[in-house]
């Protein structure tokens, strides 16, 4: 704090207490005396500039009191709102790290699941293969089914004794299979002519479309 | 300035325009969810610290919408304020400055007239002595003129002879007037004794008057 006291004539206002004092717009105090000789030519008898005054006392606005105030009370308001404000800064940063490292940790989730969703793809590709493959089995066994079975309604005892004789073997290996087709051709030949020439031509086709199948069984 | 959010789930007010946020004593930022939240146990969520919260409006106290501007106006307020006070420091240590100048040159005035003082002091003592010695010379000129005319007066009343004798010391010491002749007669010598008488009476006035 300072003494109140004129800048030109160095009066105290401790001293003279009657006395008014103003509060120039150039930062100057000047006593009511001084000031009255200077408001003839309008200047501030220090600096020289445009005089316009004010009284100091109780009716002073509060941008002009504020200057006869302690001036470490707005070093510690600028203090605290910088300590406020850096504080909001760290935590906008913090908060922005945090979303930074929560989007790494979901973006290698996602890594995690787009692996395991390429796996599935694949186990789920090699199980429709492995499902066309038991389709593809599938018919060709009722395509023999169905081929056998016209053939026995043709012909009745040779068929159901070949019949007989196949079911103990179709439990058998696929070379077994192959047996069976041999003695299908045997067994024509000792029937008749006729029979032996319409035989003949299933079992080329049997034997094609067997051996087809055989060889994308083993594939 | 800095983006205004919740401290505890980083929410911004700009993306949620509609969400009320608080400023707690304890000088943190808390949306109106967490507000909720943490108003049954009355605690801060952040630092534990008791809870009092004020909302982020215009309606705030100007004290508390300090916080949410710039602080290098507080900071250029106290420049100001502290090269004004210190500028009025700096004149008032000017003016006790030229104080102390102006109280050693009326010292050195001061000390100047005391020794003009001492020398016209002197000049009146001697003055004074010079005037005595005048008046000692002026008394002792007055006290022989008396002496005189008191032998004159004696010689009359003893003897006739001295009465000659000492007319004869009057002439030569000092001239008289004709009227002062001396006479044999004893009316004469009365007449005489009268004038003396008179002579004194007018001795005395003469010594009034020089002193």
Not at chain 2, 132 to 139: G, K, M, P, Q, V
């Amino acid at each position: 704090m300072f003494r109140i006291h004129c800048n030109k004539c160095f009066r105290r206002r401790n001293v003279e207490p009657t006395l008014i004092f103003h509060m120039t717009q150039c930062q100057h105090v000047l006593c009511a005396s001084c000031l009255s000789e200077s408001s003839t030519d309008k200047k501030c008898p220090l600096c020289k500039r445009d005089l316009r005054a004010i009284p100091i006392d109780k009716n002073l606005p509060p941008n002009v009191a504020q200057y006869f105030e302690d001036p470490l009370r707005f070093q510690q308001l600028y203090r605290k709102i910088s300590k406020f404000q850096a504080d909001q800064r760290a935590s906008d940063n913090l908060g922005f790290y945090r979303q930074m490292q929560e989007h790494e940790k979901n973006e290698s989730r996602l890594k995690g699941f787009c692996k395991m969703e390429a796996q599935f793809n694949q186990q789920i590709q090699k199980e429709k293969e492995r499902i066309a493959e038991l389709r593809a089995y599938i018919k060709y066994h009722e395509e023999e089914g169905l081929k056998e079975w016209p053939h026995a309604t043709g012909v009745e005892k040779p068929w159901s004794n070949q019949a007989r004789g196949l079911r103990p073997r179709t439990p058998s290996v696929t070379t077994s299979d192959n047996t069976q087709s041999d003695e299908h051709m045997t067994t024509f030949c000792l029937d008749s002519d006729i029979d032996c020439l319409e035989e003949d031509e299933p079992r080329r086709y049997v034997k094609k479309t067997f051996n087809g199948n055989i060889k994308d069984f083993h594939i | 300035m800095f983006r205004v959010h919740c401290n505890k789930c980083f929410r911004h007010r700009k993306t949620d325009p509609a969400v009320p946020f608080h400023l707690t004593q304890c000088r943190h930022v808390i949306c109106g969810p967490c507000l909720g939240q943490s108003s049954l146990e009355k605690n801060c969520p952040l630092c534990g610290q008791v809870l009092k919260a004020i909302q982020i409006n215009r309606d705030m106290p100007t004290s508390v919408a300090n916080y949410f501007a710039d602080p290098l106006r507080f900071q250029q307020i106290y420049r100001k304020i502290s090269k004004f006070q210190a500028d009025q420091r700096a004149s008032d240590n000017l003016g006790f400055y030229r104080q102390l100048q102006q109280l050693e040159q009326n010292k050195r005035q001061l000390e100047g007239f005391c020794k003009m003082e001492a020398q016209l002091n002197q000049k009146v003592v001697e003055e004074k002595k010079r005037i005595a010695e005048l008046r000692t010379y002026i008394a002792y000129h007055e006290n022989a003129q008396r002496m005189t005319r008191r032998r004159h007066s004696a010689g009359e009343r003893f003897h006739t002879p001295e009465f000659k004798e000492a007319w004869n010391t009057s002439i030569s010491t000092s001239d008289k007037s004709p009227s002062d002749m001396p006479s044999d007669s004893s009316r004469r010598s009365a007449d005489l004794d009268t004038q003396s008488t008179r002579r004194r009476s007018f001795g005395s006035d003469t010594k009034g008057f020089r002193l």
